[in-house]
């Protein structure tokens, strides 16, 4: 080999070189730009427990906002499949916010449109992080992790408004807000929020993955009252056959939302179709409280209902 021609490729090396070396720099030059400008939102770690633990302690025993100053607000949300509790939050503008967030079954993400908010939701796991919004507004929440087939509409809200609105609206801030009866909660957002991503919004369910609700449920509840606050409270795991078709999936527990909430829930969709069924009330549903049944067990007790 001539060395001209070696020349000619030490030429081109060192420019691709310079090339890499430059892109890097531009790349440490941008990290400080957003910091500077945005700063830094990365969760910290505040503790870790099993799943359960967590979830019981008192932060996360009712998500939500809490106003802990006049300028500070504190809001704890669980992700799990497919939703966040709660779904929707108010927060006052230019207060300082605290979010604790965990997951209930597996990882999600919780990523907040026009913010650099971003983090990864671990079961076991409090991810603390600091964040002030300074323009009103309604940010659009999304989960980024995927997490199981009912992923793409696992979405949130957070509304930013100002201080002497949000004076007004505090009451009502924490969607899972204690109850006294089922007819101070809205069943069908609540079934919209927690229950429409699997089970679709009209309670069609989703051919081969989730099974249909309506009319389904009334037909359950006119045989047994129980079998349907059960399925709710603990969850369900095992085959199921549903108005002709087989399902082999797992309902998640959701005993973490308040009595007049799950009935809301359930006289919604008892609302949907099917014979007409007395409405659920909070007594009901507070009456099937401490069993601490499995999700099998819930199939078990399906099959002495329905055998199917
Ligand atoms: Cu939760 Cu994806």
């Not at 000619?8 to 941008?30: C, P, Y």
């Not at 087939?149 to 002497?164: D, P, R, T, Y």
């Not at 709710?232 to 087989?246: E, F, H, K, M, S």
Request: proline content about 5%.
């Amino acid at each position: 080999m001539d060395d001209r021609h070696h020349d000619q490729i030490a030429k081109w090396e060192r420019r691709w070189i310079a090339l890499s070396g430059l892109m890097s720099l531009m790349f440490v030059i941008l990290i400080a730009f957003s910091l500077a400008t945005e700063g830094g939102h990365i969760a910290q770690v505040a503790g870790r427990g099993t799943p359960e633990t967590l979830l019981a302690a008192a932060i996360f025993a009712e998500p939500g906002v809490r106003v802990t100053s006049p300028t500070e607000v504190q809001v704890s949300l669980v992700a799990q499949a497919f939703s966040f509790s709660p779904e929707r939050i108010v927060v006052p503008l230019g207060a300082e916010v605290t979010f604790y967030l965990t997951a209930r079954d597996v990882i999600h993400g919780w990523q907040v449109d026009r913010t650099n908010l971003n983090v990864i939701v671990i079961p076991g796991e409090i991810a603390v992080l600091r964040y002030t919004f300074t323009r009103p507004g309604t940010y659009r929440v999304v989960c980024n992790e995927y997490c199981g087939i009912g992923h793409q509409n696992m979405l949130g809200e957070i509304e930013v408004v100002s201080a002497s609105q949000f004076g007004r609206t505090a009451a009502s801030v924490p969607m899972v807000a204690a109850a006294a009866t089922a007819d101070q909660v809205d069943g069908a957002a609540l079934y919209a929020a927690n229950c429409a991503s699997c089970h679709g919004a009209g309670g069609a369910g989703i051919a081969g993955a989730f099974p249909p609700v309506a009319p389904h449920s009334a037909e359950l509840a006119a045989e047994d009252r129980s079998y349907l606050i059960d399925a709710i409270l603990y969850g369900l795991q095992g085959p199921i056959n549903v108005a002709g078709r087989d399902y082999n999936g797992v309902m998640p527990a959701w005993g973490h939302l308040g009595d007049a909430q799950i009935a809301g829930i359930l006289n919604h969709v008892l609302d949907l179709g099917g014979p007409e069924v007395t409405p659920y009330t909070v007594d009901e549903i507070a009456a099937e409280r401490g069993k601490g049944w499995s999700p099998s067990d819930v199939l078990t007790s399906r099959r002495e209902v329905i055998g199917r």
